[in-house]
């Protein structure tokens, strides 16, 4: 008997998830409050690796200026000591 109840429960949930489909909604609420879950994670992931890229654009720029100074340095004051 349960589990004719089960079925006939589950039959009933299927039925009105068809039915939303037709009409354009999602299947279900939880469906739709999962979709947007998982886009709201997809634009997240996306704005991180958005800012990962930008933080590495500064960085090395920071890397190449650094490097130039230094090599600026040395060789400025490699001259020195060897007039």
């Known amino acids: 008997m349960k589990l004719e109840h089960q079925r006939n429960s589950q039959e009933a949930e299927l039925r009105e998830a068809r039915l939303r489909l037709q009409e354009g909604a999602p299947p279900s609420d939880d469906c739709e409050h999962e979709w947007y879950r998982m886009e709201r994670d997809r634009v997240r992931r996306q704005e991180m690796m958005m800012e990962r890229t930008r933080l590495a654009d500064t960085q ?3 890397f190449e200026i650094f490097v130039h100074v230094i090599f600026n340095t040395f060789v400025k004051h490699f001259f020195i000591f060897c007039d």
């Open 60 to 62: 090395g720029l920071f």
